[in-house]
């Protein structure tokens, strides 16, 4: 998956545009971590066009 192609500063830009006050954190290195679980819980997920995963973010 990959980020969007704002600066830093267009990114705090729109964060402070669309948080409505609420606070945020921009991250620009994170890993994409895969995780595995019972297979009734992935055929679930993917039912509902979903991965099991978990961004790690890194600021």
Do not use: H, K
């Not at 705090?12 to 995780?35: K, N, Q, Y």
Request: aromatic fraction near 10%; charged fraction near 20%.
């Amino acid at each position: 998956m990959t980020g969007s192609v704002m600066t830093s500063d267009e990114a705090l830009e729109f964060g402070c545009a669309t948080s409505s006050g609420a606070p945020f954190c921009l991250v620009r290195d994170w890993i994409w971590v895969g995780l595995d679980g019972p297979e009734d819980q992935r055929d679930y997920l993917a039912n509902m066009q979903r991965r099991p995963v978990c961004p790690l973010g890194f600021v």
